[in-house]
């Protein structure tokens, strides 16, 4: 039986070092309230023109092709997850095959927010699994800095939010019980408002979540002045009805990826979970009994990367020697839209 397992993996975060009280400079926050309620002591900000969500996914991709032992020009699939993409179109994917000089190859790119990357390794996992690729290349990145607002107006999404990139190169294995056992996908869309950016967007208020729009004329819907005078051009978060929706979806999918298996908490040598909030991932820990060694955060330097934040945290745990060969492997995720996800692993 063939499966797809990951035979590298790299990431990378910029060098710019944001604390919690260099954020101070910009809005009424503070380092303990920062930290008391996310975990988080800080992030990496992107250099403002010189890296993008792209030149940052290609770092991490160098890491993991050479790590597999391949070059750049024996992948034949990409796939792309990020909310904060160079471009609205086209998506990142084609900017990685055209800054690596890779062949004419596919390249998917992938909406799913904070599930993104696990969305985009179970994609990849049926690719491998069929035959139809061998080296597929799977990148979460974001570039979150340059989409915030710093004033106080948008402290309760600016503070959590951080650069970086992660990625994985998935090759096919036959050996018996190694490489990607499982995945399981979930959407419910009732709260696709609650955390979203509703601009640009070709919406028009249809789905009427705001109280004023600017009917602006023909050709300045998608972005007018008066979006970008009331901020609708930044996230919206509801930060306390997602909490209490991720606390029960996130021990729920991973149940889920270890019934399908045949197997229980107490089975996981690693719970890699999407870094939205430390306390999420507390909570869920405990939910599940597992012991600190099961479970591997970094939020606490990064912040919440979206899409970069599993590959981020499982790059790290394995460089710590956290995580080796046959080791049993838990990857959840749940964010915007609502979407959750989860991947139970042989490594
Ligand atoms: O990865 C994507 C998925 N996202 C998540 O999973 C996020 C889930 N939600 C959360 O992590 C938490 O809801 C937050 C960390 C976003 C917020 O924490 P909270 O404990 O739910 O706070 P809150 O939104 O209920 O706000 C409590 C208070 C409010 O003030 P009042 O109304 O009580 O006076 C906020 O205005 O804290 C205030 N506040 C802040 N104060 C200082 C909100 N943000 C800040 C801030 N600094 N940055």
Not at 42 to 50: C, I, L, N, S, V
Not at 55 to 72: D, F, N, S, W
């Amino acid at each position: 039986m063939i499966r797809s397992r990951i035979t590298g993996i790299g990431m990378y975060v910029p060098n710019n070092v944001v604390t919690n009280n260099d954020l101070t400079k910009y809005m009424d926050t503070s380092d303990e309230w920062i930290q008391e309620r996310t975990g988080i002591k800080e992030r990496r900000y992107a250099d403002r023109t010189g890296e993008t969500t792209t030149t940052m996914a290609v770092e991490a991709a160098k890491i993991a092709i050479e790590r597999a032992g391949i070059t750049p020009q024996d992948i034949d699939f990409i796939i792309f997850a990020t909310l904060s993409p160079d471009y609205y179109f086209p998506g990142c994917g084609v900017l990685v095959q055209r800054a690596m000089k890779m062949k004419e190859i596919g390249a998917l790119d992938i909406r799913n927010q904070c599930s993104g990357f696990v969305y985009a390794l179970s994609v990849g996992d049926q690719f491998i699994r069929t035959g139809m690729y061998k080296n597929i290349l799977v990148i979460g990145s974001e570039k979150h800095s340059f989409g915030l607002d710093f004033s106080t107006r948008g402290r309760n999404v600016a503070v959590i939010f951080g650069d970086g990139a992660g990625a994985v190169v998935l090759q096919p294995t036959e050996k018996e019980g190694q490489g990607i056992l499982s995945t399981h996908l979930h959407s419910d869309g009732e709260s696709a408002e609650i955390l979203a950016m509703y601009n640009p967007g070709t919406h028009a208020n249809h789905w009427g979540n705001y109280a004023s729009f600017d009917e602006a004329e023909i050709g300045q819907m998608f972005m007018s002045h008066a979006m970008i005078d009331t901020a609708q051009n930044f996230p919206f978060m509801d930060g306390p009805s997602v909490f209490k929706k991720a606390v029960v979806k996130f021990p729920e999918v991973i149940m889920e990826a270890l019934e399908a298996n045949g197997l229980q908490p107490a089975d996981i040598n690693m719970l890699i979970p999407h870094q939205a909030n430390l306390r999420i991932a507390q909570f869920v820990q405990q939910k599940l009994g597992l012991s600190d060694d099961q479970v591997y955060n970094n939020i606490q330097q990064y912040g919440n990367t979206t899409a970069a934040s599993v590959p981020i945290a499982l790059c790290e745990a394995w460089e710590k020697g956290k995580i080796r060969e046959g080791d049993l492997v838990c990857l959840a995720a749940f964010g915007s839209g609502f979407t959750w996800a989860s991947a139970l692993l042989r490594w």
